[in-house]
């Protein structure tokens, strides 16, 4: 396996440079790691998280433009006020990373249920109102939705048994059921699917770029149909 490194235009420029990216639960950990790489390659970061104090002192530490915002991902109206502020602030946002997360727990038999239900609470809850606080950004700026997710999702965790399901749950709650964004880089065979789940007429006679396009043009149909509602 190759590392890959940022990958810039021709020009050299970075295409993050300038971009707004969101990391919620970047006061520590992977969040402030991805805030900082984001940061070094010229996006304008938005912190968002629980402890200010630590996301105040991270946004003063990046090399670029930033500001931090005390939300709590399991709160829909802090969110949307939230999205709004980084809006005013920053400006719309291209970038979201749904980073949040808790791993507590245990086995089922011995796990406090309040642990269990906060696992499900922040991790698959939480990053479904994220994605969906943030959408309406990212369909106007063609942005780019990461779910921080684990190799759980793969190989279970013997010990983690609310962790493991919201990692099997996630796919279905964030990944929009009519695929509302499409990540040019995914397989013919992905753009393929997505033509088919959204009922896209000739799709098998299509080019790659002929799927993408047709794909943007029926989500955006549905999307302003759905807000004409
Ligand atoms: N570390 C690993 O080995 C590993 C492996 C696989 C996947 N992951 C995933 O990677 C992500 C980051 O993990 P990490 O190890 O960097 O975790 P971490 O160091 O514990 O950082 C998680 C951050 O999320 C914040 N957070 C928790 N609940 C929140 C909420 N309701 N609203 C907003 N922010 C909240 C935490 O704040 P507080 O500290 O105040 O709670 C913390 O700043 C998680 O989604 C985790 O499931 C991690």
């Known amino acids: 396996m190759t590392a890959r490194g940022p990958r810039y ?73 939230t999205a709004e502020a980084v ?39 939480g990053s479904a109102l994220t994605a969906r606080c943030f959408l309406p950004h990212l369909l106007r700026t063609r942005g780019y939705y990461l779910q921080v997710a684990s190799l759980a999702a793969l190989a279970p965790e013997p010990l983690l048994t609310a962790y493991n399901t919201w990692i099997k749950a996630h796919d279905s709650a964030v990944e929009p059921p009519s695929g509302e964004g499409v990540d040019e880089n995914a397989s013919k065979q992905h753009l393929y699917e997505l033509a088919r789940r959204l009922d896209i007429g000739g799709r098998s006679r299509m080019s790659r770029s002929e799927l993408v396009e047709a794909i943007r043009k029926e989500n955006r149909s549905r999307t302003r149909e759905a807000r004409s509602r």
């Open 87 to 125: 809006r005013g602030t920053l400006g719309e946002a291209s970038v979201v990373v749904a980073n949040a997360g808790v791993a507590l727990g245990g086995p089922l038999l011995d796990c406090d249920p309040r642990d269990w239900r906060r696992v499900i609470d922040v991790n698959l809850v």
């Open 9 to 81: 235009r021709t020009d050299g420029s970075c295409p993050l440079q300038g971009r707004v990216a969101v990391v919620t639960g970047s006061a520590r950990g992977l969040g402030e790691g991805l805030a900082y790489a984001l940061s070094r390659r010229g996006a304008r970061v938005a912190l968002m998280g629980l402890e200010e104090e630590r996301l105040a002192r991270l946004a003063a530490d990046l090399p670029g433009p930033a500001a931090h915002w005390h939300a709590d991902v399991t709160d829909a109206d802090a969110l949307s006020v």
